[in-house]
T-cell receptor
Framework: EDKVVQSPLSLVVHEGDTVTLNCSYEVTNFRSLLWYKQEKKAPTFLFMLTSSGIEKKSGRLSSILDKKELFSILNITATQTGDSAVYLCAVLYQIYNQGGKLIFGQGTELSVKP | KAGVTQTPRYLIKTRGQQVTLSCSPISGHRSVSWYQQTPGQGLQFLFEYFSETQRNKGNFPGRFSGRQFSNSRSEMNVSTLELGDSALYLC???????????FGPGTRLTVL
């Protein structure tokens, strides 16, 4: 059965800390891995990773994919209270080269205290 | 460019009723996917439409159905509502051939 597992499920840190969120997957027909941020509304896109070892970076956030070990990490440095959200990892399962579906992990709920 | 829009934003129904939710994708996006989000199960894939055809389907009962129109707008229908159908229903659109999906604000359905 295809699955995506995130850890930890929840995390409480203080402003300025650095956090690492983990995502492991077992998905056949893997195409890409995507990270989303969800704050009481629709998920907003952060990163898409397709190739191993290539870091994607956006400000204080960065992510990398390891297709051999089947995992990805999302790093957030110098956390701010505005980073408090649920971070979702999703794997795009490709079906017969005609689109696909996203398989989501349970999410990591990050709370950043002032 | 306007984002994905969903209507209504909130809906309250009773068991046994049916409901129709609407989704308008980003202009130029032809693929529309639907997801159900609940606290217990997280985000789960319902189905994907492309060019008015259902291309992929998740593991949901036949009470859940959908369709897509020629302008790429999509509707999702749930018949014979059950309490467990209470959830946030999210719609996402994407460009042809792109894995990046953009989500709408969702419709919060409460079944009493």
């Amino acid at each position: 059965e295809d699955k995506v597992v995130q850890s930890p499920l929840s995390l409480v840190v203080h402003e300025g800390d650095t956090v690492t969120l983990n995502c492991s997957y077992e998905v056949t027909n893997f195409r890409s891995l995507l990270w989303y941020k969800q704050e009481k509304k629709a998920p907003t896109f952060l990163f898409m990773l397709t190739s191993s070892g290539i870091e994607k970076k956006s400000g204080r956030l960065s992510s990398i994919l390891d297709k051999k070990e089947l995992f990805s990490i999302l790093n957030i440095t110098a956390t701010q209270t505005g980073d408090s959200a649920v971070y979702l990892c999703a794997v795009l399962y490709q079906i017969y080269n005609q689109g696909g579906k996203l398989i989501f992990g349970q999410g990591t709920e990050l709370s950043v205290k002032p | 460019k306007a984002g994905v829009t969903q209507t209504p934003r909130y809906l309250i129904k009773t068991r046994g009723q049916q409901v129709t939710l609407s989704c308008s994708p980003i202009s130029g996006h032809r693929s529309v996917s639907w997801y159900q989000q609940t606290p217990g199960q997280g985000l789960q894939f319902l189905f994907e439409y492309f060019s008015e055809t259902q291309r992929n389907k998740g593991n949901f009962p036949g009470r859940f159905s959908g369709r897509q129109f020629s302008n790429s707008r999509s509707e999702m229908n749930v018949s014979t509502l059950e309490l467990g159908d209470s959830a946030l229903y999210l719609c996402a659109s994407s460009l042809t051939g792109s894995p990046e999906q953009f989500f709408g604000p969702g419709t919060r359905l409460t079944v009493l």
